[in-house]
């Protein structure tokens, strides 16, 4: 009987041994750092930047608890939110933020944790966003002072957030946009003002092309009118050379040259079309009838004739 009490009691203090020991080992990974509290009260501070190592650490079991923080890098997400800026221009600003804790001390006494630190951290964000972007212009914001601006959040951001023992290591907006109504606005003005150039470009062009025509066209008349002035020139000189072969074979053969014009007369007279002539048959202009020489008229006694 004595033997089986003695076997449970060596087996109850090896099990309480065991679970004292248990609870007062404990360990701080790499990526770690801890607070080790005694009733509240911090006493130690383990793996902090430059101090102690990570491994295997003990405390007082029921009396002293531990507190496990990250030294990794943290991220925080900002909610997209409205803002007024210099120019009076509401943009929709998304924001993240990356920090991490490197007074683990100051973080327990000031956030207590990561989801009231990311509370804070928000709330400063926020505010130094309003302040910085209210006092720049949207083009300043979106174009071409956008790093420096981050530059000036992420150091206000950095001065409050000290005091929670954080350290912001990046901050930055992800996208800087108008509102929904406001894209649409602008988008329609954007529209209107290509509108206006492309009418502006078609009126310069049709402008130009009026020119090019009127200028061709001057060209085709100068081009015509000297064509014209050759064409008359040649025509007159042709005009006097016919004129002047007539003239020199007329001096040679005159009677040749009168029987020429007479078969002319003819032809252009006696064609038949709806003229009517009423000519004496006595007249000089039938004598190449009678006499080839045309030497004497027709000898007949008609006094009038009709030829059609």
């Known amino acids: 009987m004595n033997a089986q009490a003695l076997r449970t009691g060596l087996v109850v203090i090896a099990a309480a041994a065991a679970v004292a020991l248990y609870a007062s080992v404990f360990t701080v990974g790499q990526m770690q750092q801890a ?6 009260r911090v006493r130690a501070v383990l793996n902090q930047t430059g101090t102690d190592r990570p491994g295997l650490y003990f405390k007082i079991p029921f009396m002293e608890n531990v507190v496990i923080f990250d030294k990794r890098v943290l991220d925080l997400e900002l909610p997209a939110q409205t803002l007024l800026t210099a120019d009076r221009q509401n943009l929709e600003v998304d924001a993240f933020a990356r920090y991490r804790i490197y007074d683990p001390l100051r973080f327990y006494q000031s956030a207590n944790n990561i989801l009231r630190a990311n509370t804070l951290l928000a709330s400063f964000t926020n505010s130094s966003l309003r302040n910085v972007l209210a006092r720049s212009t949207r083009d300043a914001i979106v174009r071409t002072e956008r790093s420096n601006l981050m530059n000036v959040i992420q150091e206000d951001v950095n001065r409050q957030a000290r005091e929670l023992g954080v350290e912001i290591v990046d901050l930055r907006m992800t996208r800087v946009d108008l509102p929904a109504a406001n894209s649409t606005a602008v988008y329609e003005r954007m529209k209107t003002e290509r509108k206006r150039e492309a009418a502006d470009i078609r009126a310069n062009g049709d402008q130009i092309a009026a020119t090019i025509k009127a200028r061709a066209d001057r060209e085709v008349t100068v081009l015509l009118s000297e064509a014209n002035q050759t064409a008359e020139t040649a025509r007159g000189q042709g005009d006097a050379d016919r004129n002047r072969i007539l003239a020199e074979a007329y001096g040679k053969d005159p009677d040749f040259f009168s ?7 003819y032809e252009a007279g006696l064609k038949g ?7 004496s048959p006595n007249s000089d202009f039938f004598r190449y009838f009678s ?6 008229p027709i000898a007949t006694g008609s006094t009038a004739g009709g030829a059609r």
Do not use: E, H, K, W
Request: net charge positive.
């Open 259 to 265: 029987f020429y014009r007479s078969m002319q007369a």
């Open 273 to 279: 079309n709806d003229t009517r002539l009423v000519i």
């Open 291 to 296: 006499d080839p020489q045309g030497r004497s």
């Open 35 to 40: 607070l080790v509290l005694q009733f509240g």
